[in-house]
């Protein structure tokens, strides 16, 4: 992509509401931008940044055997009285009529219509398990939306569900997504910590979290510092407690001590997590309700046994920024970065200089490296901000030093620049991607 082609409308100023860096950096960096409440527009560089987290999903879920599938986002009311959770889902669910005044909601998650999917399509134990996916959006009517896309009201969630024939093999499955979910975290360059969580309104045994974590958090975990153990606060401790600990800033939060400590002897503490995934053991509960069952090895109807598996996809794009970023702006992580190589010719006059950045440009675009060039009729230093404010990982600039033959290279997390000859930039440049 050359930039003079590239629509990355970045902006100085600064949404009035927004508290938290992500939610600055992602609107002042021409990545998204608020269409109403809790509802955003993705403009191409945010785009491409959700297509690269979506696709990481996909790969690590394919690989053990999840199936992607497409559901509506508008479903029949029906599914959901079915369930009682028309009942039980309260305002943020959203309801819609039709012209024929039959009601719809627009899909906060989809348990039901997963069921109603598999039911009567799968009737013999030997066609189980089965674990099917989708990356969707969904829309729930949050009595706050807020923090850019860490909270919105549109989003998109990669929501997963798995059916089987024993309670073993369903909590086979689970460990299995817990490691799977495991991968992508690791993969997405994010430091996060599994939690036991609430099973909150979705109900079942028992149900794991993903944090990232991040100050400025809206959940408040214990987290040992020895071993994996990790527990949302809410299971814990009373709401009253839980939701005083969630409104203290992460400082704050470091100056009060755990009276316990953690069952392998080592100390606890407090830190603040962004919760981008949650998985749940289901049991029956759905199945039962909805009348889903399959023959068992004695010829037996029995309700499936089910767990589900969420991801918040668009809220990791967030996420990503809240954990890697300084006053400037953006950082990337290898992953997720938009474009993994920008070339700014600083003086696009200068014949020499635009020459090498075409070349260069041409060059690792044949090696398949994501790269933009910065051909703007723009000031040196305004580019650089610009650079910065979006947070490639490398940026080439091709300046006053290429009449000694040397151009530099920039790395936006440590911001150190580095002179390079212009013989070896190629492999230098290759060698740190
Ligand atoms: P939260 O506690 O943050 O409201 P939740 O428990 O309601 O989340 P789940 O029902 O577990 O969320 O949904 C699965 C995932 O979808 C969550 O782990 C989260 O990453 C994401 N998610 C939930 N609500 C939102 C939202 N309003 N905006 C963006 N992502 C969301
Ligand atoms: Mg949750």
């Known amino acids: ?10 902006t ?45 999903v996909k790969e690590e879920l394919d690989k053990v ?13 029906s599914l959901w009285e079915k369930s009682g959770r028309s009942e039980t889902m309260g305002k943020e669910m959203l309801r819609i009529q039709d012209r024929h005044e039959n009601t719809f909601v627009l899909s906060p998650t989809n348990e039901e219509a997963m069921v109603e999917l598999v039911k009567n399509r799968v009737n013999s134990y030997k066609d189980l398990p089965i674990n099917l996916y989708q990356i969707n959006t969904k829309f729930r009517d949050e009595a706050r939306p807020r923090y850019g896309l860490l909270r919105g009201r549109e989003f998109l969630m990669k929501d997963g569900y798995s059916f089987h024939a024993s309670k073993e093999d369903m909590l086979r499955e689970f460990e299995l997504m817990e490691a799977t979910y495991k991968k992508i975290f690791t993969r997405l360059g994010l430091e996060f910590r599994v939690v036991q969580a609430d099973a909150g309104a979705i109900g079942g045994d028992a149900s794991k979290e993903f ?36 409104e203290i800033s992460y400082e704050d939060l470091q100056t009060k001590t755990i009276d316990k400590k953690c069952s392998c002897g080592a100390k606890l503490s407090f830190k603040k997590g962004i919760e981008v995934g949650h998985i749940f053991q289901l049991g029956d509960r ?46 990337w ?24 950045g075409e070349k260069l440009y041409k060059e690792l675009q044949d090696k398949n490296v994501e790269v933009i060039l910065d051909d703007r009729k723009e000031r040196f230093g305004f580019k650089m901000k610009d650079a910065e404010l979006i947070g490639f990982p490398y940026t080439i600039i091709i300046g006053k030093e290429l009449a000694n033959d040397a151009v530099q290279i920039y790395d936006r997390k440590t911001t150190e620049k580095t002179s390079v000859n212009v013989d070896t930039i190629m492999s230098t440049i290759m060698e740190l991607l």
């Open 1 to 10: 992509m050359k930039r003079s082609r590239a629509f990355i409308p970045t």
């Open 12 to 56: 100085k100023e600064v949404p009035s509401d927004a508290s938290l860096a992500s939610h600055q950096f992602l609107v002042r960096g021409g990545f998204i931008n608020q269409q109403g409440a809790g509802l955003y527009n993705f403009m191409p560089l945010g785009k491409i940044v959700l297509e690269k987290i979506k696709r990481i």
């Open 65 to 77: 055997g999840c199936n992607e599938v497409q559901l509506p986002f508008v479903t029949p009311i």
């Open 211 to 246: 944090h990232v974590l991040a100050d400025s958090g809206e959940d408040t975990l214990v987290i040992c510092e020895a071993c994996d153990y990790g527990a949302n606060t809410e299971t814990l401790f009373d709401e009253e407690k839980v939701n005083a600990l969630n």
């Open 286 to 331: 759905y199945s039962q309700a909805l009348d889903a069952k399959f023959n068992d090895e004695n010829g037996k109807p029995k309700a499936f046994l089910m767990a589900t598996f969420g991801i918040g996809v668009s809220r990791l794009v967030a996420s990503v920024i809240e954990q890697n970023h300084d006053e400037n702006g953006c950082i």
């Open 333 to 356: 992580t290898r992953e997720t970065a938009p474009y993994k190589v920008n070339i700014m010719v600083s003086n696009i006059k200068d014949a020499e200089q635009s020459e090498l």
